[in-house]
């Protein structure tokens, strides 16, 4: 089953699911995520703080909080136990998969992509609702699947046993070393024996996700039979990765949470640039 709806099926459902607001955008961008929720976005949804709603502990960007503050920071949201959920983002796709991985690492399963975002839904030139939200809060219970999440550790080992393929979402310069890190003090290059598939060539340019043919063409050198890591640079893009491939019938994905940011900056992690 797809974890994708179209604006199309969103608009016929308002009514029926939760919808999260899950924009995003680079720092050089300078655009203001929580701002650009109010002056527009889809009737009923409310805006998930990626950079918030997050371990604010750990020095690394948007990583994985505890269940128990997971629970609080969603159900203060209005998203309860057993509802379905669909999230969105401001550029079509590009923040809302993490979001939805995110949920379904806290153990909420109901929980879909919506196609093209809010670009794709304001094109078609459906309803939009401005201000604030003031949700009534729900109770939501998190559990963390360890399956879909890896860390550290665990990357190191699958670098040493080769146990799983490693894929990395960011650009071909910045994988071989050829682009400067974004992020002060980290290194250029890629872990031994990971792969390349950047994010952009599963995205159409209509902000879509593209069809299964040319997704698995794009993972022509990924066994979607073997286990696989998604990794990028901090964690969100990873999510594209990792949603892309579910759609294609990889069933062992997980996301190494810390992404090169942290790999790039642990000088015990081996390291490829070229």
Request: charged share 25%; with cysteine.
């Given at each position: 089953?797809?974890?994708?709806?179209?604006?199309q099926?969103?608009e016929?459902?308002?009514?029926?699911?939760?919808?999260?607001?899950a924009?995003?955008?680079?720092?050089?961008?300078?655009?203001?995520?929580?701002?650009?929720?109010?002056?527009?976005?889809?009737?009923?949804?409310v805006?998930?703080?990626?950079?918030?709603i997050?371990?604010?502990?750990?020095?690394l960007?948007?990583?994985?909080?505890?269940?128990g503050?997971?629970?609080?920071?969603?159900?203060?949201?209005?998203?309860?136990?057993?509802?379905?959920?669909?999230?969105?983002?401001?550029?079509g796709?590009?923040?809302?998969p993490?979001?939805?991985?995110?949920?379904?690492?806290?153990?909420?399963?109901?929980?879909?992509?919506?196609?093209?975002?809010?670009?794709?839904?304001?094109?078609?030139?459906?309803?939009?609702?401005?201000?604030?939200?003031?949700?009534?809060?729900?109770?939501f219970?998190?559990?963390?699947?360890?399956?879909?999440?890896?860390?550290?550790?665990?990357?190191?080992?699958?670098?040493?046993?080769?146990?799983?393929?490693?894929?990395?979402?960011?650009?071909?310069?910045?994988?071989?070393?050829?682009?400067?890190?974004?992020?002060?003090?980290?290194?250029?290059?890629?872990?031994?024996?990971?792969?390349?598939?950047?994010?952009?060539?599963?995205?159409?340019?209509?902000?879509t996700?593209?069809?299964?043919?040319?997704?698995?063409?794009?993972f022509?050198?990924?066994?979607?039979?073997?286990?696989?890591?998604t990794?990028?640079?901090?964690?969100?893009?990873?999510?594209i990765?990792?949603?892309?491939?579910?759609?294609?019938?990889?069933?062992?994905?997980?996301?190494?949470?810390?992404?090169w940011?942290?790999?790039?900056?642990?000088?015990?992690?081996?390291?490829?640039?070229?």
């Open positions: 089953m797809s974890n994708l709806v179209s604006s099926w969103l016929a459902h308002l009514g029926k699911v939760r919808v999260v607001d924009s995003w955008y680079m720092p050089d961008e300078k655009r203001q995520p929580a701002r650009e929720f109010e002056a527009g976005h889809i009737p009923g949804a805006f998930f703080d990626i950079d918030g997050a371990d604010r502990t750990s020095g960007p948007h990583m994985l909080p505890t269940p503050e997971f629970s609080k920071a969603v159900g203060a949201l209005g998203i309860g136990d057993g509802e379905m959920v669909v999230v969105y983002d401001g550029s796709m590009f923040s809302a993490r979001v939805w991985w995110t949920l379904k690492a806290m153990g909420h399963n109901d929980v879909k992509v919506l196609d093209g975002g809010f670009p794709k839904w304001k094109r078609e030139g459906r309803a939009v609702e401005t201000g604030p939200t003031q949700p009534a809060a729900k109770f219970t998190a559990i963390r699947e360890p399956a879909l999440v890896r860390d550290f550790d665990d990357v190191m080992g699958i670098v040493k046993d080769n146990t799983a393929q490693i894929v990395d979402a960011r650009s071909p310069g910045r994988f071989l070393a050829e682009e400067p890190e974004p992020r002060a003090g980290v290194r250029g290059g890629h872990m031994p024996g990971a792969l390349n598939v950047h994010y952009r060539k599963l995205i159409a340019e209509d902000g996700l593209k069809p299964p043919d040319q997704l698995r063409a794009a022509d050198a990924v066994n979607p039979n073997r286990p696989i890591v990794t990028c640079g901090s964690g969100l893009t990873a999510a990765l990792m949603l892309a491939l579910d759609e294609i019938g990889a069933s062992d994905v997980a996301l190494y949470d810390g992404s940011t942290e790999w790039g900056s642990r000088p015990e992690a081996p390291v490829v640039a070229r």
